[in-house]
């Protein structure tokens, strides 16, 4: 099983630059997230989506845009890249009701540099 | 989601019990209590999950008090690869599904 997939796994941006941040899962679950993680701290959740064509903001979505156009696949877009956005991205997906057994699951993690 | 509440470190060393603690007053009846481990450059990965009463899997248990407002996991034994940050989630995730981790709590074990 291939899990949670993100790509790219490094990546150097310039200030003002835009990319994607691609992310997808093979186990059809409903729930995907975004959290980023700067160094020493925790993970703050940028975007969610609970279903195909259905999303929402966390607790730090500016800059960033998501969509869920299929339920495999949660592409994070930086629209301007700033330094502050300098940190590890990852993804996350799970089940949408946390029954016995159910639980997240992570990608490896993107980590972007902007300069 | 219910709020938690958790240590921000803990200290050990290598062969000891370790018991973290956290806290969610404000639990609600369909809430599960879930506990995820984090290494250094690396996402978090699921340890143990438990609703009532004590759970125990080849890595930790969770004990739940009757009230269900707080939740304590202890690892046994650990030893420094068990060094990471652990964060406590609580929720059932039904509907609006907004999951904060917080900072959750670093574990240094020392030899």
């Given amino acids: 099983n291939a899990g949670v997939t993100q790509t790219p796994k490094f990546q150097v941006?310039?200030?003002?630059?835009?990319?994607?941040?691609?992310?997808?899962?093979?186990?059809?679950?409903?729930?995907?997230?975004?959290?980023?993680?700067?160094p020493g701290m925790g993970l703050r959740l940028i975007h969610?989506?609970?279903?195909?064509?259905?999303?929402?903001?966390?607790?730090?979505?500016?800059?960033?845009?998501?969509?869920?156009?299929?339920?495999?696949?949660?592409?994070?877009?930086?629209?301007?890249?700033?330094?502050?956005?300098?940190?590890?991205y990852f993804c996350a997906s799970s089940y949408r009701q946390v029954t016995s057994g159910n639980t997240i699951y992570f990608g490896e993690g993107s980590w972007l540099t902007v300069v | 989601l219910a709020k938690t509440t958790q240590p921000i470190s803990m200290d050990s060393y290598?062969?000891?019990?370790?018991?973290?603690?956290?806290?969610?007053?404000?639990?609600?009846?369909?809430?599960?209590?879930?506990?995820?481990?984090?290494?250094p450059s690396q996402g978090p990965r699921f340890i143990i999950?438990?609703?009532?009463?004590?759970?125990?899997?080849?890595?930790?248990?969770?004990?739940?008090?009757?009230?269900?407002?707080?939740?304590?996991?202890?690892?046994?034994?650990?030893?420094?690869?068990d060094t990471a940050v652990y964060y406590c989630l609580v929720g059932d995730k039904t509907g609006g599904f907004k999951t904060i981790f917080g900072a959750g709590t670093r574990l240094f074990v020392k030899a």
Wanted: net charge negative.
């Fill in chain 1, 48 to 88: 969610y989506s609970v279903g195909a064509g259905i999303t929402d903001q966390g607790e730090v979505p500016n800059g960033y845009n998501v969509s869920r156009s299929t339920t495999e696949d949660f592409p994070l877009r930086l629209l301007s890249a700033a330094p502050s956005q300098t940190s590890v």
């Fill in chain 2, 14 to 39: 290598e062969g000891q019990e370790v018991n973290i603690t956290c806290s969610h007053n404000n639990i609600a009846t369909n809430d599960y209590i879930t506990w995820y481990q984090q290494f």
């Fill in chain 1, 13 to 38: 941006l310039k200030t003002g630059q835009s990319m994607t941040l691609q992310c997808a899962q093979d186990m059809n679950h409903e729930y995907m997230s975004w959290y980023r993680q700067d």
């Fill in chain 2, 49 to 81: 999950q438990g609703y009532k009463t004590k759970v125990t899997n080849e890595v930790a248990s969770l004990f739940i008090p009757a009230d269900r407002k707080s939740s304590t996991l202890s690892l046994p034994r650990v030893s420094l690869s």
